[in-house]
């Protein structure tokens, strides 16, 4: 068979495509709700945190997780819990967001070692030439292993990442002053930094982001003739 494979390496091409845009729209779909509702955003978030906590708190007891990587993710869940403080702006040269990032990529490895190593038995070994056994049905199954990375690893910082505002995006107002590093001697200014139906000019950091590589694929589809922009257009 030639033209079944191609059709396969063509099939995953496409659908690997809209899963992308999918991902970018939920994105920013996100964004947009968490523009509209901060308030609540920031109380689903701090109520997220204290959750994650308390299951932690649960597998060490129960379960029998490691208590000092336990402890190290709690740890990092109220370094994440301390970006709400002036939420949902961030300042992105900020220790805390820095540190933040971070220790995002330190718990998902050391999980990844811990979920890795396989666990020893808890039965009696069977023969003196095996005193010792690994667990296999002790071991956690792929499908509790991704909740728990998705849940526990991963949820907070993924719902920070859509719902903070970088700060290079925030228009000078009341209060921006943490970002931005500027005095606003005019209060009567913040009304002209909303928009004409008077909501916040500020971008999240995922909206951000979708935007810049929705403008760098027309730039370079521009450039390289894939289409034509709107400057060719008014010529």
Known sequence: MW??????????????????????????????????????????????????????????????????????????????????????????????????????????????RH?????????????????????????PTFTEVASYFGLCVWLVPFALFVSLSAGENVLPSMGSEYVTGEHISNPGFTRSALSSDGKSKNKGMAKALVDNVRYWVRENGEVMGFWKGERSKRF
Request: charged share 10%.
């Open 3 to 112: 033209i079944l494979p191609l059709v396969g390496y063509l099939g995953v091409i496409v659908g690997f495509a809209f899963l992308t845009l999918a991902i970018a729209s939920g994105l920013y779909y996100l964004s947009e709700l968490v523009e509209e509702h901060t308030v609540f955003a920031r109380r689903l978030l701090s109520r997220l945190i204290y959750i994650i906590i308390l299951a932690q708190i649960l597998l060490v007891v129960f379960d029998r997780f490691p208590l000092g990587l336990s402890a190290f993710s709690i740890g990092s869940h109220l370094v994440y819990a301390s970006n709400l403080r002036r939420f949902p702006i961030v300042k992105l040269s900020d220790p805390l967001f820095i540190l933040s990032c971070v220790l995002v990529g330190l718990n998902h490895w050391l999980w990844f």
């Open 115 to 139: 979920f890795s190593q396989p666990l020893p038995s808890t039965r009696s070994p069977t023969s003196w030439r095996h005193p010792y056994q690994v667990g296999i049905e002790d071991m």
